[in-house]
Structure formats: structure tokens, C-alpha cells
T-cell receptor, first 113, second 114 residues
Framework: GNSVTQMEGPVTLSEEAFLTINCTYT??????LFWYVQYPGEGLQLLLK?????DKGSNKGFEATYRKETTSFHLEKGSVQVSDSAVYFC????????????FGTGTRLKVLA | EPEVTQTPSHQVTQMGQEVILRCVPI?????FYWYRQILGQKVEFLVS????????KSEIFDDQFSVERPDGSNFTLKIRSTKLEDSAMYFC????????????FGPGTRLTVT
């Protein structure tokens, strides 16, 4: 079955620092890949996605590239802001049957001013 | 923009009591899901629902749990006899169909079992 491994948090960065959150997955077939973000006290919001190999998803300055050869989907942002403080979840989605997501453990990001 | 809504936002119940968590999915969506997140842990899939029946359920979704779409707009999760370990945030999600199958999540219901 599908599984996902995310880097352990918390990650603490200063404002304008470069962010990388690693995510690797195991899957049968070719899942679509998603990053979700959970701001304090809120639900899950889609941040970005990629549906096939070498696709790059991007949104709000965040990027992630679907790397089939390394089964990875690392999240990056060139310059983080305090408002990016949240928990980030990597989530492959099985693209058949029920299309359920498999969520990683989440990585908490704290950005200091 | 259409959104998934959930009620209540926070439910406190005593162990052994029944609870019903309610969700209103996006109106033209056909797939519905429940996930849960125990505090500090990952989000876990519970169940998916399509065409008025369960299409998949996880090991967590035992006989204490049930889902229903009673009136064509609401989607409910019932826990018959709550246990302390059912305390978690429960997220409802709905998705459209081909080609995206993208799931939209509600804000969650925090269930506290005392």
C-alpha cells in the first residue's frame, strides 16, 4: 500500500530564510502528490499538487516537483514569512478506487520575525 | 467559493455516549470522506462513501462507527459508544470526479471524550 515519510519537525526559521521540507513516498502505480497546510486552529487547505512525473506544483511562493526516480515531493520556499507558520502535510493520493489520501505525520514550521 | 462545512466545531461527550458529527459537502460532489487526527499525530483515513454506500473503510472504522447521507445534503459520522481514544479532530472531505478527484476539507470537529 501507499505510505509517506516526512521530515521530523518542528522546523524553526528566521523570516526570509529558505525552506525545505522533505517528503518521500512508496506507492503502487503513479499516485498524484499533494501538500496540504494546516494553520493554527484551522482545517486542511490544499497548498499545491502534481499529478505526474516531473510536474512542478506551485502556490504562494511554495514549490514541489514530482520526482518519480527518487519517489520524492520535497516542499520548498525561497523566503518564508511569519504567516507561513503552520503544519505542512505531504499526501500521496491513490489514483484509483476511492482516491483516498495517505497523509504524512506533518511538519510544524515556525517562522520567527 | 463553495466550501465544506462541519458542525459542531467542538463536541464534548462522556465515555459510552453516542455522538453524531455532521458535514455538509460541496453540493455537486459525489465522493465523501471522513478522516481523523489525534492531537499531535497524522491525519488518518477513516471511510469513503460513494453512491450511498461505503466504498472503503480503514481498520479504525469498526462497528462503533457508521456513516450516513440522510437527506442528500448532509453527511454524518456516528460513533455509537465513544471511548477516550476517540478524542480527535474529525475532518470531512468531499471531492468531485474525473479528472481531478480533488478533495476539499471542512474545518473539522474537535471531539473530546471525558
Amino acid at each position: 500500500g501507499n505510505s509517506v515519510t516526512q521530515m521530523e519537525g518542528p522546523v524553526t526559521l528566521s523570516e526570509e530564510a529558505f525552506l525545505t521540507i522533505n517528503c518521500t513516498y512508496t506507492a503502487t502505480g503513479y499516485p498524484s502528490l499533494f501538500w496540504y497546510v494546516q494553520y493554527p486552529g484551522e482545517g486542511l487547505q490544499l497548498l499545491l499538487k502534481a499529478t505526474k512525473a516531473d510536474d512542478k506544483g506551485s502556490n504562494k511562493g511554495f514549490e514541489a516537483t514530482y520526482r518519480k526516480e527518487t519517489t520524492s515531493f520535497h516542499l520548498e520556499k525561497g523566503s518564508v514569512q511569519v504567516s507561513d507558520s503552520a503544519v505542512y502535510f505531504c499526501a500521496p493520493r491513490r489514483d484509483s478506487g476511492t482516491y483516498k489520501y495517505i497523509f504524512g505525520t506533518g511538519t510544524r514550521l515556525k517562522v520567527l520575525a | 467559493e463553495p466550501e465544506v462545512t462541519q458542525t459542531p466545531s467542538h463536541q464534548v461527550t462522556q465515555m459510552g455516549q453516542e455522538v453524531i458529527l455532521r458535514c455538509v459537502p460541496i453540493s455537486n460532489h459525489l465522493y465523501f470522506y471522513w478522516y481523523r487526527q489525534i492531537l499531535g499525530q497524522k491525519v488518518e483515513f477513516l471511510v469513503s462513501f460513494y453512491n450511498n454506500e461505503i466504498s472503503e473503510k480503514s481498520e479504525i472504522f469498526d462497528d462503533q462507527f457508521s456513516v450516513e447521507r440522510p437527506d442528500g445534503s448532509n453527511f454524518t459520522l456516528k460513533i455509537r459508544s465513544t471511548k477516550l481514544e476517540d478524542s480527535a479532530m474529525y475532518f470531512c472531505a468531499s471531492s468531485d470526479v474525473w479528472p481531478t478527484y480533488e478533495q476539499y476539507f471542512g474545518p473539522g470537529t474537535r471531539l473530546t471524550v471525558t
